[in-house]
């Protein structure tokens, strides 16, 4: 038998899961099925050569924004080798960190720490594996099981899906048709701005956004490439100081999650709303201060290198002749309008959530193929478990579990998209939901037939 291409399939092809991106979300699930002894017959994808966290924006003075030991295990099992203490004494480094005057470990020391853990689970990672599409095809017991199409041809076929890949960069649209070497998402700013410190012809560039990463884009321009002009372009009244307080930091925990999940859809949004300087649109104090500084040693100098933009909509962009773009702006307020020329462009404009809004997206793009079975709220964006799994309309036929692992903040709240807080938590429902649904459909290959665990590292 021969469905959409692929052969008539045996179980023993058939991957109990497929964990689709191996960044923080599914290597904290590949921690979590370890200590249930159940990922022998679990794969990882991964699109890059190697794991990495946050490559580009590994900026020199750079720290983490969580407590350190909110790893991936720790807050579940303090006793695991993979938490970041463990780590640590690894490196040689315990007793130094510490002695540490600072609140938080270096962003390049914490995405060393990612890697480490990565190495140990290589040999259930597929990496250069840039999955292209998901569909559905006839298993045998004529359940449906998972295709999983590379970019490289290969396919996988599995009974679950960990779907981990990092929520797509929000591109306001008016940005959109210029995405190209000089109009760039933050995530890609480190390998970027490396050329444009060779690019003579680069003299202004404009920041748009008032994310942590844009506070920490413009201080670091200012550093990098000290001929250049620094447009710092947002919607609001600049920067803003994140809520940190014990109080907030509250809804980093499982409890907040139980909490926002049971909600109705109108409370979730005035959670939201209210909760979210919490992590977005908002930066840490130090970088605030930092470019506070800059901006009074500037005023002391006569000189005005890094300009604010405050409380502007961006109307148009257009391409200059030549090179460089024209941003047709207007203040919020009292509507005075405003152009600005510059030669490049940085979008921190952060990322994309479920939901309908412009700045949302109904579901990851790599899911159109299957978005039809879905069911989807009334806000737009789609519904999703409280164990992470997409919800399905049973009159297009069953959906084989599809965990979404590290975007449902619109669901389950804050810390279920952007941070690190909760993936020991998470991870552990959705190895155990994994667990659950293979037992109870006897999908799973019996014991005896498994392949013989391998310990982390071999
Ligand atoms: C600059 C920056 C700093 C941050 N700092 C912190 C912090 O200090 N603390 C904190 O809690 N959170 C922080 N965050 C939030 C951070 O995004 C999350 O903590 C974490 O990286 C989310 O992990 P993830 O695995 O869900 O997604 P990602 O880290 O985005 O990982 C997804 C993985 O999937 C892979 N992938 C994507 N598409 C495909 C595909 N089609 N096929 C195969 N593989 C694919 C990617 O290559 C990647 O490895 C930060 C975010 C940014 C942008």
């Not at 990496?127 to 004529?142: C, E, F, M, Q, W």
């Amino acid at each position: 038998m021969r469905v959409n291409g692929v052969k008539s399939i045996s179980p023993e092809e058939i991957y109990d899961c497929i964990g689709i991106g191996f960044g923080p979300s599914n290597i904290a699930l590949a921690i979590a099925l370890q200590e249930q002894n159940s990922l022998a017959r679990v794969r990882f994808l991964e699109g890059r050569s190697e794991t990495d966290w946050q490559p580009d924006m590994l900026l020199p003075g750079s720290d983490i924004q969580h407590n350190p030991l909110r790893d991936f295990v720790t807050p579940r099992n303090p006793r695991s080798p993979f938490g970041f203490l463990s780590y640590l004494h690894d490196q040689g480094r315990l007793l130094d960190f510490l002695r540490l005057e600072a609140p938080f470990p270096p962003r390049r020391e914490y995405a060393s720490y990612v890697k480490w853990v990565a190495a140990k689970f290589s040999h259930a990672v597929d990496y250069n594996a840039s999955v292209t599409g998901i569909d559905l095809i006839d298993g045998p017991l004529r359940k449906p099981v998972y295709i999983i199409r590379c970019g490289s041809g290969k396919i996988y076929m599995a009974n679950t899906i960990s779907f981990g890949v990092g929520r797509s960069q929000n591109i306001p649209v008016q940005y959109q048709p210029y995405i190209s070497a000089r109009v760039i998402h933050s995530d890609n700013y480190l390998s970027t701005v490396k050329n444009w410190a060779r690019d003579r012809s680069i003299g202004r560039i404009a920041v748009v956004g008032a994310s942590q990463s844009a506070v920490e884009i413009i201080l670091d321009l200012h550093s990098r490439l000290p001929e250049v002009a620094i447009a710092c372009v947002s919607r609001g009244f600049g920067f803003k100081l994140k809520d940190v307080s014990p109080f907030t930091e509250k809804i980093y925990s499982p409890e907040f999650i139980d909490y926002f999940y049971s909600a109705s859809e109108h409370s979730q949004s005035e959670m939201t709303r209210e909760l979210w300087r919490s992590n977005y649109g908002a930066a840490d104090h130090d970088v605030i201060a930092s470019l506070d500084f800059l901006l009074y040693e500037q005023k002391v100098a006569g000189t005005n290198r890094v300009l604010l933009f405050d409380n502007q909509i961006t109307e148009s962009v257009e391409p200059l002749k030549g090179s460089g773009f024209e941003l047709k702006l207007h203040d919020r307020h009292s509507e005075e309008p405003r152009v600005l020329q510059v030669d490049t462009i940085i979008l921190a404009t952060g990322y994309r959530n479920f939901g309908s809004s412009p700045d949302q997206e109904r579901y990851h793009p790599l899911l159109r193929s299957l978005a039809p079975r879905f069911q989807y709220r009334s806000d737009g964006g789609l519904a999703i478990s409280r164990d992470f799994r997409v919800l399905n309309e049973e009159r297009y036929g069953e959906l084989p579990p599809l965990f979404v692992n590290g975007l449902c903040e619109s669901t389950h709240g804050f810390g279920d998209a952007g941070s690190f807080s909760l993936l020991a938590t998470r991870s552990e429902l959705i190895a155990s939901s994994i667990g659950e649904h293979l037992c109870h459909n006897q999908f799973a290959i019996t014991p005896e037939a498994r392949l013989p665990r391998l310990a982390a590292g071999e």
